[in-house]
């Protein structure tokens, strides 16, 4: 394994993103990791589409591991809805007691939707970047989701420095990469591509 002990490294958390179909590789790798002192997340993509069973089954699974702290889902095809958010939440917690996370992506402009979904649904892990930066249509946008989260939950945070880096810093960036939503994105969204 490439890392280090924590004890000599700045990383805090490893998160390791899986396929329901490969759960059973990444026992070996995430107790390797779980003692060289780090903690662990597990990241598992796809899960739109996915039945309650399928998750109840991964979860299983999941839970004879017992070396981790997070279990994130992810909607790694930017295509779900916050009803489907909220069933995968339901199940991750009757099944569960490990914290949640939500990893959105935006193909169809719902990321930030669906992870304040989820924060209502019990949620405390909430990826977001920068101007949504990230592959293909990108994810919930830190700029937007930092003031809804503030209004909501009065939160007390001072976002003026997000919107700087948003507007002076990383809009040239997302042109010249040109990620976030388009059309492309969208229909493959929809067609779970």
């Keep these: 394994l490439l890392l280090k002990n924590k004890k000599n490294s700045p990383v805090t958390l490893v998160r390791f993103a899986t396929h329901f179909k490969d759960i059973d590789k990444i026992k070996d790798i995430i107790n390797i990791t779980k003692k060289k002192g780090y903690l662990v997340a597990i990241n598992l993509m ?3 589409g996915k039945n ?4 109840e089954k991964t979860i299983k699974i999941l839970n004879n591991y017992k070396k981790f702290e997070v279990l ?3 909607d790694s095809l ?3 809805k916050p009803t489907e ?3 995968i939440v339901n199940v991750i917690k009757k099944n569960c007691k490990y914290k949640i996370g939500i990893h959105s992506h935006n193909n169809q402009g719902r990321a930030v939707q ?14 977001s970047t920068i101007s949504g930066m990230g592959r293909g249509a990108g994810n919930a946008e830190t700029e937007i989701l930092l003031p809804e989260i503030k209004e909501k939950y ?9 919107y700087h880096l948003a507007v002076n810093e ?3 960036l997302k042109e010249k990469c040109k990620w976030g939503q388009n059309l492309f994105y969208y229909l493959a969204a929809k067609n779970n591509i």
Excluded: R
């Design 46 to 48: 796809q899960c739109g």
């Design 52 to 55: 309650e069973t399928e998750i």
């Design 72 to 74: 994130y889902f992810a």
């Design 78 to 80: 930017g295509n779900m």
């Design 85 to 87: 958010v909220t069933n």
């Design 114 to 127: 669906n992870s304040i979904t989820a924060i209502d649904n019990g949620v405390t892990w909430v990826d």
């Design 154 to 162: 009065k939160k007390n945070y001072n976002i003026k420095e997000i």
């Design 170 to 172: 990383f809009q040239e």
